[in-house]
């Protein structure tokens, strides 16, 4: 069994910054493949960021956070992370982080096995 537990959410103004933190435990955090995924009120669960291989070289991104969104791992404290800057409202959501090893194509959730519990971020205009 894997454990996921998300941190770092919180209220920020528009243009702010914040850095989630998903802490994993249960199995080699190495041979995961890692996501962020976000779900606002009303709306399906959205993919943000993933990081495919264990030297975190390969990462992909959503459109909607090209640029302003980074996502990186340390495998030694087993955990990823998602620096968040240039803040929007419309990134407002519960984010939430997820790990897989199976593979798959890394922006669909059916790719991943476990789940947190999601971290609320919210953004003040």
């Known amino acids: 069994q894997v454990q996921l537990v998300e941190s770092g959410g919180g209220l920020v103004q528009a243009g702010g910054s914040l850095r989630l933190s998903c802490a994993a435990s249960?199995?080699?955090?190495?041979?995961?493949?890692m996501a962020w995924f976000r779900q606002a009120p009303g709306k399906e669960r959205q993919f943000v960021a993933a990081?495919?291989?264990?030297?975190?070289?390969?990462?992909h991104y959503a459109d909607s956070v090209k640029g302003r969104f980074a996502i990186s791992r340390d495998n030694a404290k087993n955990t990823v992370y998602l620096q968040m800057n240039s803040l929007k409202p419309e990134d407002t959501a519960v984010y939430y982080c997820?790990?897989?090893?199976?593979?798959?194509?890394?922006?669909?959730?059916?790719?991943?096995?476990?789940w947190g519990q999601g971290t609320q971020v919210t953004i003040s205009s």
């Open positions: 990081i495919i291989n264990w030297s975190g070289s390969n990462t």
């Open positions: 249960g199995r080699t955090f190495s041979s995961f493949n």
């Open positions: 997820a790990a897989g090893f199976k593979g798959g194509p890394p922006a669909t959730t059916q790719t991943y096995d476990y």
